[in-house]
């Protein structure tokens, strides 16, 4: 459904979004689709072809698949669709003779409306930068640097420099997102701390051409990345992957404290990691410390953070770009919601409230979890000294590492802003299980209707109450309640039939984001309780049940 604009204006735009990486874009695609006025200030005229964040999971491609973009997405693959984009951990060397797949997300695609995909993450912003020029709300300064963010009582205010002329000009807004990345000059400005869990590690990453590395790894048909894993890592990795088809390559790994590009042999190093040795020409060196960072907060007073700016970890297991364009989903609709009148400013809080719970149980539950799993494996077993044992603990790994993929279920459990009746410890998470079932705080999986077409595509804008045989006055008290409370709802009713039967429910109110904010089996509900819930989700009220 359209959304009405924000009846009120606030200067130059409504919402001030620092940065246009992939989160801010996808912030501002998100508020423009919803009619909200945003003003994007990014640094650089065009996406850096640095090739990072490449794995974008299901859930991401369902963001996309909302903002109109997942087939242009698909089309910037630069890898040709029927060769797979599957992962593989190898153990000692990459062409030695033990490995298993690794983070396979095929395992979990029942679960969502679209496919995964991977492509770097130049070519992902390109997809966004185009799709937020085609809406009137959203306008971008691209080549602009922000100098100072600040603000007051009804507002924030950005000075910004151009980088080309000098020319500064001051932009002013309700609110203000910084989506400027691990240094973030909004959160030190708006006063938001970390908390920084340091490894003591040096990591360079190489961008390099070899079509003799394509050939070496024919061996392994349908695998885009590779990890390298070796006693003397100490669990960290050497990390291959593809950035195109048989050509151009990045590599992750430790190095010693002090190396440079110009005193260390890059090239050796990748040929003892593979293995083999193979032609190389390098097309950039940097480096990076491996840390994680977590924001202690993501909001100060009308300025938020989001993205690397509120959570940035190591590149492992393509965790950071789309847990940041979770970020701007949820983020996205709570701020329409309160410039729409529809929400309340505490509707505002639950996305701290949700979202930094979740990606602290991504560090602690996930990244450095296998760090640590991988490490204590190279020191319990030895492929020299014992290789039965050996192998059937990699069997087992192999294993744990499909478990993964079926327990990182991002989930908002314990959210202020999800009905949970009878539940006390509820608790928001990275950790969960894949489900049909719709339960309260967890992603909807998608069904066919009985009548034909997907409920995914005939989720709203807003809310959305989802009606299986539900009872005609549990319809009824739905809408009226949204009516007096001036909430956007929309209500699909159906027969609990075929697919829609596996939600178990009879009554399920999704939210914009497509998380659940309350569910039930009883057909049935009064007028008082269907009120209840509706100011529970969109944040009127803050009671629990």
Same mark, same amino acid.
């Given at each position: 459904?359209?959304?009405?604009?924000a009846?009120?204006?606030?200067?130059?735009?409504?919402?001030?979004?620092?940065?246009g990486?992939?989160?801010?874009?996808?912030?501002?695609?998100?508020?423009?689709?919803?009619?909200?006025?945003?003003l994007?200030?990014?640094?650089?005229?065009?996406?850096?072809?640095?090739?990072?964040?490449?794995?974008?999971?299901?859930?991401?491609?369902?963001?996309?698949?909302c903002?109109?973009?997942?087939?242009q997405?698909?089309?910037a693959?630069?890898?040709?669709?029927?060769?797979?984009?599957?992962?593989?951990?190898?153990?000692?060397?990459?062409?030695?003779?033990?490995?298993?797949?690794?983070?396979q997300? /095929?395992?979990?695609k029942?679960?969502?409306?679209?496919?995964?995909?991977?492509?770097?993450?130049?070519?992902?912003?390109?997809?966004?930068?185009?799709?937020?020029?085609?809406?009137?709300?959203?306008?971008?300064?691209?080549?602009?640097?922000?100098?100072?963010?600040?603000?007051?009582?009804?507002?924030?205010?950005?000075?910004?420099?151009?980088?080309?002329?000098?020319?500064?000009?001051?932009?002013?807004?309700?609110?203000?997102?910084?989506?400027?990345?691990?240094?973030?000059?909004?959160?030190?400005?708006?006063?938001?701390?970390?908390?920084?869990?340091?490894?003591d590690?040096?990591?360079?990453?190489?961008?390099?051409?070899?079509?003799?590395l394509?050939?070496?790894?024919?061996?392994?048909?349908?695998?885009?990345?590779?990890?390298?894993?070796?006693?003397?890592?100490?669990?960290?990795?050497?990390?291959?992957?593809?950035?195109?088809?048989?050509?151009?390559?990045?590599?992750?790994?430790?190095?010693?404290?002090?190396?440079?590009?110009?005193?260390?042999?890059?090239?050796?190093?990748?040929?003892?990691?593979?293995?083999?040795?193979?032609?190389?020409?390098?097309e950039?060196?940097?480096?990076?410390?491996?840390?994680?960072?977590?924001?202690?907060?993501?909001?100060?007073?009308?300025?938020?953070?989001?993205? /690397?700016?509120?959570?940035?970890?190591?590149?492992?297991?393509?965790?950071?770009?789309?847990?940041?364009?979770?970020?701007?989903?949820?983020?996205?609709?709570?701020?329409?919601?309160?410039?729409?009148?529809?929400?309340?400013?505490?509707?505002?809080?639950?996305?701290?409230?949700?979202?930094?719970?979740?990606?602290?149980?991504?560090?602690?539950?996930?990244?450095?979890?296998?760090?640590?799993?991988?490490?204590?494996?190279?020191?319990?077993?030895?492929?020299?000294?014992?290789?039965?044992?050996?192998?059937?603990?990699?069997?087992?790994?192999?294993?744990?590492?499909?478990?993964?993929?079926?327990?990182?279920?991002?989930?908002?459990?314990?959210?202020?802003?999800?009905?949970?009746?009878?539940?006390?410890?509820?608790?928001?998470?990275?950790?969960?299980?894949?489900?049909?079932?719709?339960?309260?705080?967890?992603?909807?999986?998608?069904?066919?209707?009985?009548?034909?077409?997907?409920?995914?595509?005939?989720?709203?804008?807003?809310?959305t109450?989802?009606?299986?045989?539900?009872?005609?006055?549990?319809?009824?008290?739905?809408?009226?309640?949204?009516?007096?409370?001036?909430?956007?709802?929309?209500?699909?009713?159906?027969?609990?039939?075929?697919?829609?039967?596996?939600?178990?429910?009879?009554?399920?109110?999704?939210r914009?984001?497509?998380?659940?904010?309350?569910?039930?089996?009883?057909?049935?509900?009064?007028?008082?309780?269907?009120?209840?819930?509706?100011?529970?989700?969109?944040?009127?009220?803050?009671?629990?049940?």
């Amino acid at each position: 459904m359209h959304l009405n604009p924000a009846t009120a204006s606030h200067g130059d735009a409504d919402v001030l979004i620092i940065g246009g990486g992939p989160v801010g874009m996808g912030l501002a695609i998100e508020l423009g689709q919803r009619g909200v006025r945003c003003l994007v200030i990014e640094r650089y005229l065009q996406p850096q072809p640095i090739p990072k964040g490449q794995n974008l999971t299901q859930r991401t491609m369902e963001h996309f698949h909302c903002w109109g973009a997942e087939q242009q997405l698909r089309a910037a693959r630069t890898i040709p669709p029927e060769y797979g984009i599957g992962g593989l951990t190898a153990y000692g060397t990459l062409l030695g003779p033990h490995s298993h797949d690794w983070l396979q997300r /095929d395992l979990v695609k029942q679960y969502y409306y679209t496919a995964n995909e991977r492509l770097p993450q130049y070519a992902t912003e390109a997809v966004l930068r185009a799709r937020a020029g085609e809406l009137a709300a959203v306008q971008t300064l691209y080549g602009w640097d922000t100098i100072a963010v600040n603000q007051d009582g009804t507002g924030v205010t950005a000075m910004i420099t151009e980088r080309s002329s000098g020319a500064e000009r001051v932009v002013r807004a309700a609110y203000l997102v910084g989506c400027d990345g691990a240094r973030s000059r909004v959160r030190e400005q708006a006063g938001l701390t970390q908390t920084l869990t340091a490894h003591d590690r040096l990591m360079v990453l190489l961008v390099f051409r070899s079509p003799g590395l394509h050939e070496l790894l024919k061996r392994y048909p349908g695998k885009s990345y590779y990890n390298v894993l070796q006693p003397a890592l100490q669990g960290y990795w050497k990390f291959f992957g593809r950035v195109d088809l048989g050509n151009t390559w990045f590599f992750h790994a430790p190095v010693p404290a002090g190396t440079n590009a110009d005193n260390f042999d890059f090239r050796a190093y990748l040929h003892e990691a593979v293995g083999a040795e193979f032609d190389v020409e390098f097309e950039h060196i940097g480096f990076w410390d491996l840390r994680f960072a977590l924001a202690d907060s993501y909001r100060a007073g009308r300025m938020f953070i989001a993205g /690397d700016a509120a959570h940035s970890h190591p590149p492992y297991g393509g965790y950071g770009v789309n847990s940041g364009l979770e970020d701007a989903r949820n983020l996205g609709w709570k701020l329409a919601a309160v410039l729409q009148h529809w929400g309340s400013e505490a509707l505002l809080d639950s996305y701290d409230a949700e979202r930094r719970p979740v990606f602290k149980s991504t560090i602690d539950d996930f990244i450095a979890k296998a760090i640590e799993n991988d490490r204590t494996f190279l020191d319990t077993f030895d492929a020299e000294r014992d290789p039965l044992q050996f192998a059937q603990a990699l069997q087992a790994r192999a294993q744990g590492a499909v478990g993964e993929v079926q327990a990182f279920e991002p989930n908002y459990e314990g959210s202020p802003v999800v009905w949970q009746a009878g539940t006390t410890h509820a608790v928001c998470s990275a950790k969960g299980s894949h489900r049909f079932e719709a339960r309260a705080g967890h992603h909807l999986a998608p069904a066919l209707l009985g009548t034909g077409g997907n409920v995914y595509t005939a989720l709203a804008a807003c809310f959305t109450l989802l009606a299986f045989g539900a009872d005609a006055d549990a319809v009824r008290a739905f809408r009226e309640a949204a009516s007096a409370l001036q909430l956007p709802l929309t209500v699909i009713e159906a027969d609990a039939e075929g697919e829609v039967a596996r939600y178990e429910a009879s009554l399920v109110l999704v939210r914009p984001d497509h998380f659940v904010a309350w569910s039930s089996r009883e057909p049935q509900i009064a007028a008082n309780q269907a009120a209840d819930i509706l100011a529970l989700a969109s944040g009127i009220t803050q009671r629990r049940q």
